[in-house]
C-alpha cells in the first residue's frame, strides 16, 4: 500500500488515536489545555542522547515544531518519518523540531524507532510532564511555538493535507522572523531612547 493510500484512510486512525489518547491520559476536548495564543511555560526534559532540554533557553530565536506521539499511535508511523523530511527542508534556519515520546517507558518507543530505522530527535517524557502541561488532545498533536514562546498554532491527528499546512504555517513564521531580524538590522537605533526634554545640546541647560 503506497504512503498516500495509508494517509487517506487516517480518518479512522485519528478516531483511534483519539480513543486512546482519553482512555490512556484522561484528556477530553473540553479539557484541552495548551491552545493558540498561550505562552509556553518553561520546562526541562531528556533527550534522546542523554543531555537536557531546557525550554526556552534551547530554543531561543527560533520556531518551533513540538510533535507528541507514541509507540501505540499508528499515525504516528506515518507521520515521524514526514517530519524528518521536513526537519531537512529547513536546516541552516532558524527552526527546530522537538518530538515528545509519550510512552512511560522509554523502552518501548526505542523500539518502535529501530524498527522503523529513524534517527528523531526526540524528547523523552517518561514521567508525563509535558503531557500534564500540554494536555493533547488525541494522537499525535502537534504545537508551533513561534520565538516569542507562545503557541501559533494547535494540529491534532495526521491526514494528507497536515504537512502542506506545517510548511506553510512554518514558512509565514520565519518570513516574519526574516523581516523583523532585517528591520532590526537597517535601524540598529529602533528602540534607543533619545535624550529627555531639556538636555540635548541645544537646551538652555548649564547657561
Known amino acids: 500500500m503506497s504512503l ?10 485519528f ?3 483519539l480513543l486512546l489518547a482519553i482512555c490512556v491520559f484522561g484528556a477530553t476536548p473540553a479539557q484541552a489545555g495548551m491552545v493558540k495564543g498561550t505562552t509556553v511555560p518553561a520546562f526541562t ?6 543531555e537536557a532540554f531546557r525550554f526556552p533557553k534551547d530554543a531561543e530565536g527560533k520556531v518551533v515544531l513540538m510533535n ?6 499508528p499515525e504516528c508511523k506515518i507521520e515521524l518519518p514526514e517530519l524528518l523530511d521536513l526537519k531537512r527542508r529547513y536546516e541552516g534556519k ?22 522503523l530505522k ?3 530527535p526526540v524528547l523523552y517524557d517518561n514521567d508525563q510532564k509535558l503531557v500534564k502541561i500540554f494536555r493533547p488532545v488525541g494522537v499525535p498533536a502537534s504545537y508551533l511555538i513561534g520565538p516569542n514562546g507562545e503557541i501559533e498554532q494547535v494540529y491534532i491527528g495526521f ?17 516574519a522572523l526574516e523581516k523583523a531580524s532585517d528591520g532590526a538590522a537597517a535601524d540598529p537605533d529602533a528602540g534607543v ?11 538652555g541647560a548649564g547657561r
Request: with cysteine; hydrophobic share 30%; net charge positive.
Open 4 to 13: 498516500h493510500d495509508r494517509r487517506t484512510g487516517s480518518a479512522g486512525l
Open 15 to 17: 478516531g483511534l488515536g
Open 45 to 50: 526534559v531528556e533527550k534522546g542522547s542523554g
Open 68 to 73: 507528541f506521539w507514541a509507540s501505540w499511535c
Open 94 to 115: 532558524p527552526f527546530l523540531l522537538l518530538c515528545v515520546n509519550m510512552d512511560r517507558k522509554r523502552k518501548a518507543a526505542d523500539k518502535f524507532l529501530k524498527k
Open 118 to 120: 529513524m534517527d528523531v
Open 159 to 175: 491526514d494528507k493535507d497536515t504537512m502542506d499546512t506545517y510548511r506553510r504555517d512554518i514558512d509565514a513564521l520565519l518570513s
Open 193 to 203: 531612547p533619545g535624550p529627555e526634554p531639556g538636555t540635548g545640546p541645544s537646551s
